[in-house]
């Protein structure tokens, strides 16, 4: 079957680094999608990867390997405003979205 | 301002009746898409469209039914409600559903059956 792995719930400090892990077990790989999700909210999309290496945008990276069915968010500077949920997503060979359940995020001051 | 949206924002209904959900986009993508998000669960799909007049299956696509008629509307229907279809429903849109497409979300509806 087909999997996305990420962690149910972080805490980190206002200013600080974080790091969200995805690990997938997909039927196939057209790329992988970061989205961020404030809570009553809808997903928006933070960003795509679909080589191996780390994509850089402002405050956030987000970094895949292929062999390893693996890939993070980097969030740096943390700020309060992101406080929400981190949604790992994989496309598969039917191009279809397969979605990891999220990672809710929590900033403390 | 362009976009997505859905209709209604939230809804309380009984089982075994009829719902349509809405969804308007203005943006003329090619791709739309429903989803339900459950608590613990990823976001799963029912059913998606690559063009006006097709339609798939998706992941969890019993109980609904959609239609596109046209590039704009995607309307998405539960035909007799049951308890378990309560859920927050997310529609999406995306310029041609191709391996780079982004997906764009309306901001959902929240339906409970009772």
């Known amino acids: 079957g087909q999997n996305i792995d990420q962690p149910t719930e972080m805490t980190a400090t206002e200013g600080a680094i974080v790091q969200i892990n995805c690990t997938y077990q997909t039927s196939g790989f057209n790329g992988l999608f970061w989205y961020q999700q404030h809570a009553g909210e809808a997903p928006t999309f933070l960003s795509y990867n679909v080589l191996d290496g780390l994509e850089e945008k402002g405050r956030f990276s987000s970094f895949l390997s292929r062999s390893k069915g693996y890939s993070y968010l980097l969030l740096k500077e943390l700020q309060m405003k992101d406080s929400a949920s981190y949604l790992c997503a994989v496309r598969d060979s039917n191009y279809q979205l397969i979605w990891g359940a999220g990672t809710k995020l929590i900033i403390k001051p | 301002i362009a976009g997505i949206t859905q209709a209604p924002t939230s809804q309380i209904l009984a089982a075994g009746r009829r719902m349509t959900l809405r969804c308007t986009q203005d943006m003329r993508h090619n791709a739309m898409y429903w989803y339900r998000q459950d608590l613990g669960l990823g976001l799963r799909l029912i059913h998606y469209s690559n063009t006006a007049g097709t339609t798939g299956k998706g992941e969890v696509p019993d109980g609904y039914s959609v239609s596109r008629a046209n590039t704009d509307d995607f309307p998405l229907t539960l035909a007799s409600a049951v308890p378990s279809q309560t859920s927050v429903y997310f529609c999406?849109?995306?310029?041609?559903?191709?391996?780079?497409?982004?997906?764009?979300f309306g901001p959902g509806t929240r339906l409970t059956v009772l």
């Open positions: 999406a849109s995306s310029e041609d559903g191709g391996a780079t497409d982004t997906q764009y």
